[in-house]
Structure formats: structure tokens, C-alpha cells
């Protein structure tokens, strides 16, 4: 089986990815400090794929430890690079902290693959790149605009990392893949979101209102310029994004990728609005939140939504699930949470 590296592979969408992998008939290999992840993931995504992955605790900032330990796995195939930080708001809060990680991370990640002569690299960005667009719907060939927090430009930064290290002489198959709003967990329930501490993302702290675990839940912002008044964000189901993930290591493959490093927009190419998500929540679900309205949060932009045409034509990837079942996803696993728990 090939081996592929997935740096952050015990995180969220990591973990999606590595089963994923396995089901591909890959070997998935995941890095992972545990820093923003759970060991108890590693259990989830074994009983999916049918046996322990391999695993290694590396910071992936530490660049000798790293080198060495892709140098140990002998012959590696790809590597997909997901370890950064991720939330918008403490990136404003905290930015020298999303500056050393993720640019450190991404710099020890293509010093190993140079060293050892890897070149296929899938490479998770974000829809922050295009800052506040003039469009609502963005294509690859909106402008990577002002972004507006810290973890935003540190995503630009990457991807102008991977245009560099091409255009320096160097070998390598890129395609960066800019993420919309990963929800809902795997089918099965046996993995999805283990947000450390208060959620910063939608989505969890819904179900944990939903189960009790808080009071209730906040909006911010109802003075967008939006239908209701609320942002408006592209919501795609996270197994959906990790088959985007496999596909584009596929493409690699294959040698014919077209310009390399590819910038392609992974999401479901329609918006929804954070009441509109409450309120599917509320009606798949069965259920009742508790919801507060607050004042906006720095860093969030009112409006943006994939067109993900590009994905289909280079990729052959398009969205399967629905926001109705990426909702009732999130709640089975919430509520296998807390049957866990107890």
C-alpha cells in the first residue's frame, strides 16, 4: 500500500481523511502532537478501517524530528499537510501564535519532503484567502484579497510558500484544496469533531447546547448584509471533504494536474446562513436551542460561498450530503459523546 503522511491526521478532518485512505486501499500515516486532538481518535478510526494506523507524536515545527521520522518510514508517496491552527477569532487575539505554527509547520514539512525527494503534496487552505471578496459565490480566480484575521494570511503565506518553492527549480505535484465549513461527522458515528475547550466553530457548540453541556448558544452579528442579517457560509460535510482530499492525491498521480500548485475550492457551492443552519438543526433533529444574539466577532466576513465547478473538472469530486445529514451526523455523534461520557 502507499504510504501517505497526514500531518494533523488525528484532528477533525484528519481523521476522516486517514479512513478515507484505508478505504482507498491506502496507508495512512498520521502525525500528531495532540495539541488541539484526542488519542481516544486513533481508536475510532481503527475500528473503521480495521486495525491501528500508524502513528507518530511529532510537533511538526520540530524540523530534525521530523526529517528523521519521515527518513524511518522509508518510502513515503504523498504527504497531506493539515497541522495548523484554525480558529479566526484567537488568531486576532493570539497571532504570533498562528505565525510560528502554521508557517513553521508547513516550512519543516517541505524541508523534509526536498531532503527525501517527495513530491506529491496535498495542501489544506482555506476560502479566508479571498478576504472579503467583492463576490458572495468566489471562484480560483478571485484575488487572494486583504485577508481579514491572522490565521487567514497565514494561509496565504502558504500557498505563496508552495508557489516559491516551484518556481525555485524545485520538484513537486501541489494542489492546494480551499476549505469552506467542514460539518457533520462519519456516518457511523465512530469519529467526528473533539473540539478541545469552548467550540469555535458553529456547528459543535450547537450540539453542545443541544445536549446540555452549555447554557445556550450566541449569535454574532445580525446587522450582515444578508437575507437575515447573519453571515452566510458554505457548509460541507466533512467525508465529503476528505474524498476531495483522496481525489486530489489521484490527480497527482496521474502526472497531469495542469499548473501546479492548483488552487481548488472545496465546497458545496451554496450558502446558508448561521439562523438558517440553526434552524435545520431544530427541524432535522426534533429539537429546541436556546439562542442569544450578540455583537458581531473580529475577523468574520459577512458573506462567502464556493463555486466548486473547478473540483469537478480537475478532480472528478463533487458534494454527496446534504446540510440535512451533515446536521444529523453532528448530532449522533454528539450524542454517542455523551452516552460515552457517561
Known amino acids: 500500500m502507499k504510504k501517505i503522511i497526514i500531518t494533523g491526521g488525528a484532528g477533525y478532518i484528519g481523521a476522516h481523511i486517514a479512513v478515507a485512505l484505508a478505504e482507498q486501499g491506502y496507508d495512512p500515516i498520521i502525525l500528531d502532537d495532540f495539541r488541539n486532538s484526542q488519542r481516544s481518535v486513533i481508536d475510532g478510526i481503527a475500528s473503521l478501517i480495521g486495525r491501528k494506523p500508524t502513528l507518530l507524536d511529532i ?97 496565504q503565506i502558504g ?35 473533539l473540539p478541545l475547550g469552548v467550540p469555535n466553530n458553529l456547528v459543535p457548540y450547537i ?32 467525508v465529503d471533504l476528505a474524498n476531495a482530499h483522496v481525489a486530489a492525491l489521484a490527480k497527482l498521480g496521474t502526472g497531469s494536474c495542469g499548473v501546479s500548485p492548483g488552487f481548488i475550492n472545496i465546497g458545496c457551492g451554496k450558502g446558508a446562513s448561521v439562523k438558517e ?10 429539537l429546541e436551542l436556546k439562542v442569544n444574539y450578540g455583537e458581531r ?27 440535512d445529514q451533515a446536521l444529523e451526523h453532528a448530532w449522533n455523534w454528539q450524542k454517542k459523546l455523551e452516552t460515552h461520557e457517561a
Open 59 to 155: 510537533d511538526c515545527c520540530d524540523k530534525a524530528t521530523l526529517l528523521a521520522a519521515f527518513t524511518n518510514l522509508g518510502y513515503i508517496d504523498g504527504v497531506i499537510h493539515l497541522a495548523a491552527f484554525k480558529a479566526v477569532g484567537e488568531s486576532v487575539l493570539d497571532p504570533l501564535k498562528y505565525y510560528r505554527n502554521n508557517i513553521g509547520a508547513l516550512d519543516s514539512v517541505l524541508s523534509a519532503m526536498d531532503t527525501l525527494g517527495i513530491e506529491k503534496l496535498v495542501f489544506s487552505s482555506s476560502c479566508t484567502v479571498y478576504g472579503e471578496p467583492d463576490t458572495r459565490e468566489v471562484t480560483e480566480s478571485n484575488p487572494a484579497d486583504r485577508a481579514m484575521s491572522p490565521y487567514g494570511f497565514t494561509k
Open 207 to 238: 450540539t453542545q447546547v443541544a445536549i446540555g453541556q452549555r447554557p445556550e448558544l450566541t449569535v454574532f452579528g445580525t446587522d450582515y448584509d444578508t437575507p437575515d442579517g447573519t453571515c452566510i457560509r458554505d457548509y460541507i460535510h466533512v
Open 297 to 323: 466577532r473580529p475577523g468574520d466576513v459577512p458573506a462567502i460561498f464556493a463555486n466548486a465547478a473547478l473540483a469537478k473538472k480537475e478532480l472528478g469530486w463533487e458534494a454527496q450530503y446534504t446540510t
Open 159 to 193: 500557498e505563496r510558500l508552495l508557489v516559491d518553492y516551484l518556481n525555485s527549480g524545485k520538484p513537486g505535484r501541489f494542489i492546494s484544496l480551499r476549505y469552506f465549513n467542514p460539518i457533520g461527522a462519519h456516518p457511523s458515528a465512530a469519529i467526528g469533531e
Open 277 to 286: 443552519i440553526i434552524e435545520t438543526f431544530q427541524r432535522v433533529n426534533k
